[in-house]
């Protein structure tokens, strides 16, 4: 699978991934409360967002023949 996601888009992916895992931890321990999504369903997001930033690839993004990689 050829990469589909550019680089400030992947920047995004992995900042806002590590930014959740993050407020995971936190609700893990309970220093902060998560009124609906579990602190597991947060850790388990970020983990999907720093993966697809670090690989650059998006399944989704290949689903809906999205393709927001210039050629590198």
Do not use: H, K, Q, W
Not at 24 to 38: D, E, I, Q, W, Y
Not at 43 to 59: D, F, K, P, T, W
Request: some cysteine.
């Amino acid at each position: 699978m050829n990469r589909n996601v550019g680089r400030i888009d992947a920047m995004v992916r992995v900042v806002g991934g590590v930014a959740l895992a993050v407020f995971a931890a936190l609700a893990a321990f309970g220093v902060v409360t998560v009124p609906v999504v579990s602190a597991l369903g947060l850790g388990i997001i970020a983990v999907v967002l720093i993966v697809e930033g670090v690989m650059r690839r998006c399944l989704l993004y290949r689903v809906l023949g999205i393709d927001r990689c210039p050629v590198d």
